[in-house]
């Protein structure tokens, strides 16, 4: 059945959409300019793409997907791709024009596992193959593991798009003779969620795991605790969470952490577990306040170092046997809850002033001793157990190997099961940590720390009491330009982190070691009510640059044309339930290339 | 019957919540700080509270609110806080110990009014007084106006709290014996919202009054049109939305306008609408192409001056007559539409490449013409048909006056019929505007624009794509510090927008020129799916400032304070429906003064 597209399609798109915002990708009443011929919209892009003809392909009603043969870890994907692509009913900001609907009703589409065996882990294969071939009411997605099939699948849920009409012909198509094949360039990309400064309603954590699957992210980094607050009951050590965390109803229990890596695992999603330790753990003294130095103190005394990187403080004593009692429950809990083989320890911004409020460390202090030693303490405390006790693998943040203040040395952390995760000095840091020996995650603040630019939060701050510019001009602490109170500002706009090169200035050699890299949402300033608009699609531009690259097939970066693509997406993402935030007022990607800085 | 409180009560505090984050003010686990007593807690915080003793009343389950006469202006008012009154069951995050609940349950809440036929508009008296007396079933509001009246009801709906236990115990309370007298500094507190560079549908509009409503904020300036679209139909002039708005889904119809007025008007708010001329009017030309000058025009050609601040270009062509009679049916359209005595005809960033880019106008300005004069012109076609015809004070941006480009003499614009809103400059441009005689409405934008901070948004910005800071450690365009992208970063902060003091630099005969201030959204990255966390609480800083200023009773600002009642008025306004961003880690509030950027 051959059906022309025509001005009425046009007319009649209407956006169903399966959220509440029904009217964000809206047929267009402004005339249109001249069309692009529409290329296949799914984000992350894959690598190739072979379509030669605009042709198209509808989805059956009776649309479902099998694998042969069948795999448990697939069974919850093929649920929920089934559904997806039978009930949505995307209709782009720019529909194609000028294309057939032939061939035949896709109703199947069939999954090819080499290993199906192969567990979630770090580096495994998310390559897949996808084929819609002509005149077949098959489709086909190969992987040689069933989280390249999950890949493969969302591929699949985006090619898929719906005129928006009302009768047969709103039925969704796919494009038809399409061969894709994908692979990502990194194998870590992901997403921290900072959960201790504020909580997050479970549900929150789950549908950010889904909007993570849509975009092709993988590695769920979960910073479970903090110095504000510990929400996490560990059946060894419930005390914590029963004094550490906020109140009773903003915890996770260990039924929750099941039910968020259970989902996750079922996405492909990877969850890595942070405890942060040794500092960081203020909220560790409500249950043993014997363990921790300098908790429940005012962070920045008048005229005295601060105890603390912000307001809350509390570091663990490296010299109180019980601290290793007590960490050692944690992470053999954690190590219960999370199969997942990376175990993040923290080991960020150690205070030297912290420890030195305790007088047992001053005392080892003034007998020759000093925090790096106490850290290596600390360190070789723990992680020899996390690592042979628990065979996981260690990650830590950089600040453990690079200080500035307050690090250990290399023996200390052995290479092989070590990984380091970089926040400050963007290139610089991963080209230390890489030309160490070591492999890295990358979290530059200033490309991917989201919560950037949002001014301060500390209160009494007369800095802000300012009604007038500087005579000379000059901009004062809020206005113009400044920090306005954050202190990696400026904003990270999603070109910023779309256009970030975490390979830059390494060698073949270095750039192996860079696992990939993880956007981070701390939340001083964040928590459910905003949650979305505060990942997405800022997150999803690192997706892209994680999976395919930010370069075009000239070797060029390509972010003109992923604003085009950006924008579709962000509005597919409302339509799903993410309430992203938008990137450009809707005129622009009804007008392309208009709204770029120069022509 | 008296219940002490016990920390029973403390352990038992359930959260209700009317909206579905029902687990954002919780109980608290962590050991509790020593108590300050508390205060009432009530947003913005009324000019006098007389409240001797820490004793409450309960409300009573038939408790309902009544006006001797009733009066229609009062009725959405009365059976909204009759429903709120008696359902919310709002628990503070820190809620008070050490009081009794005594006395006879409130039963009755009147109402009396001294002048119950003044009609919503500038200049209203909103003054009220409010009292719970003791050993007694009614409390009481009396007001000058209608508008007083329903700011003491939002009050009293604040006084309400609940210990949040399921028994009896857990009706709303209210201090007893109390007193408050009330009333706002200024009598013009806005929001603009911008509903043209990305739409909003009528419900978040919606929501968006009743926000103010909670907010005491009185005007809603609708920045309903601009060059990227034109959403509101027009009866005589429908092809301006058929041709101008985004879709036929993303338009206000009249009946949708009516409804936003009659639902403002019900809470005191009176709607100022905004149709930007003559720039800002790219959108006019899918209807009236002759009328509009470079319009469809790449924004900023190379080597060109640019045709507009930003992406979409298009001014109305003051030497066409039909510009004129096309502009008299806008303006007398929304004058049916709206009965406000203010109407807003913008007149901002006039562009002179925009109008040069048509051959009449260069004919005229090689004639001896000027661009001033153009914008005269305009003015005159159009200013005197808005007062005289339609009986309306015309508001405009400052540009109009104060230029930088383009603007006219005073003689053009009369004062007793002229307002003129600040965005540029802070206190200098509302001191130009006072001094020459001027009534001023404050939106300086480096307090007051709420979009600021949030990156560019213009595509093809290679400026993004840096890899390394500078060789000598001076910031680049992007990081650290920096505009990042946006022309008034850095993102103002609730701090920064609460301390703003728009009187600054006055006399006091140029302060009476103040009406007040609005803060505005610009909606270039904003949309529904973000708009209360773009608002709220920033909005409430503004609010509060301009209802009862910033200052403590000694005379200094008082900032300090104001966190600790902001961080419980954000948690209220999400339990009511409104996703409000959080200012602070919740453990924050739960620890008074220790997040303070001193001691």
């Not at 192969?118 to 086909?140: F, Q």
């Not at 910023?496 to 949402?521: C, F, K, M, P, W």
């Not at 370069?551 to 339930?577: D, H």
């Amino acid at each position: 059945m051959a059906v022309a597209a025509s001005p009425y399609f046009l007319l009649l798109f209407l956006f169903h959409s399966l959220a509440a915002l029904a009217s964000l990708a809206p047929p267009p009443s402004q005339p249109p300019p001249p069309r692009v011929p529409q290329k296949v919209q799914v984000w992350p892009k894959p690598v190739s793409i072979s379509w030669p003809l605009p042709a198209y392909a509808p989805i059956s009603p009776s649309f479902n997907i099998r694998a042969s043969p069948s795999h448990p870890s697939l069974r919850h994907a093929i649920a929920y791709y089934t559904r997806l692509i039978r009930t949505e009913r995307y209709t782009p900001i720019m529909p194609p024009v000028n294309y057939t609907v032939s061939g035949v009703p896709i109703r199947l589409l069939a999954l090819s596992v080499s290993d199906p065996d192969v567990p979630l882990g770090p580096g495994v294969d998310e390559s897949y193959t996808l084929s819609v071939p002509p005149n077949s009411s098959s489709a086909d997605i190969s992987a040689a593991t069933p989280w390249g099939i999950i890949r493969g699948l969302e591929t699949f849920s985006q090619l898929a798009w719906s005129s928006g009409a009302a009768d047969a012909s709103g039925q969704p198509i796919v494009p038809s003779e399409i061969e894709i094949s994908d692979h990502p360039l990194f194998t870590h990309r992901g997403i921290l969620l900072d959960t201790a400064r504020n909580y997050y309603p479970v549900r929150d954590i789950l549908r950010t795991i889904r909007a993570m699957a849509s975009n092709k992210l993988n590695v769920f980094h979960w910073h479970i605790t903090d110095s504000q607050s510990f929400p996490i009951v560990l059946p060894s050590v419930p005390n914590l969470a029963n004094f550490g965390s906020y109140s009773p109803v903003m915890r996770y229990t260990d039924q929750d952490v099941r039910r968020i890596v259970r989902y996750a695992g079922a996405f492909g999603i990877r969850v890595i577990p942070e405890i942060d330790m040794p500092g960081h753990t203020g909220s560790w003294a409500g249950a043993y306040p014997e363990i921790v130095t300098c908790a429940n103190k005012f962070w920045a005394p008048t005229a005295k170092p601060a105890l603390a990187a912000e307001p809350c403080t509390g570091q663990l004593n490296p010299l109180n046997p019980k601290t290793y009692r007590v960490a050692e429950d944690v992470l053999r809990d954690l190590a219960a809850l999370f199969p997942d083989p990376y175990l993040h320890a923290g080991a960020d911004e150690v205070n030297t002033a912290c420890w030195e409020d305790d007088p047992v460390v001053r005392g080892f202090l003034a007998d020759g001793g000093s925090h790096d030693r106490l850290l290596e303490l600390f360190v070789n405390a723990t992680r020899p157990f996390l690592v042979h006790e628990l065979n996981r693998t260690s990650v830590y943040w950089e600040d453990v190997l690079l200080g500035p203040k307050v690090s250990v040395g290399q023996t200390v952390l052995p290479h092989d099961t070590t990984v380091l995760q970089t926040w400050n000095n963007g290139a610089e840091n991963t080209k230390r940590i890489v030309a160490a020996g070591y492999r890295a995650i990358v979290s530059s603040a200033s490309y991917y720390y989201l919560d950037c630019g949002h001014g301060g939060w500390v209160g009494n701050d007369s800095r802000y009491d300012v009604q007038e510019k500087e005579h000379d001009g000059m901009p004062l602490f809020n206005d113009p330009g400044g920090t306005g109170g954050s202190w990696c500002a400026p904003f990270k706009t999603w070109q910023r982190i779309y256009d970030y090169d975490i390979l830059h200035g390494l060698t073949e050699d270095e750039a192996r070691r860079v696992l990939g890299g993880e956007v981070a949402l701390w939340s001083e300033q964040s928590d459910a009510a905003v949650l979305d608009g505060r990942l997405w699609p800022r997150a999803s531009a690192a997706a892209e640059t994680l999976w395919s690259g930010n370069k075009g097939s000239n070797g060029r970066k390509r972010y003109a044309n992923a604003t085009v693509r950006l924008n579709e997406w962000r509005y597919r993402m409302v339509a799903r339930g993410i309430r992203a935030e938008p990137i450009q007022p809707l005129w622009c990607p009804m007008h392309p290339r208009m709204c770029n800085l120069s022509q």
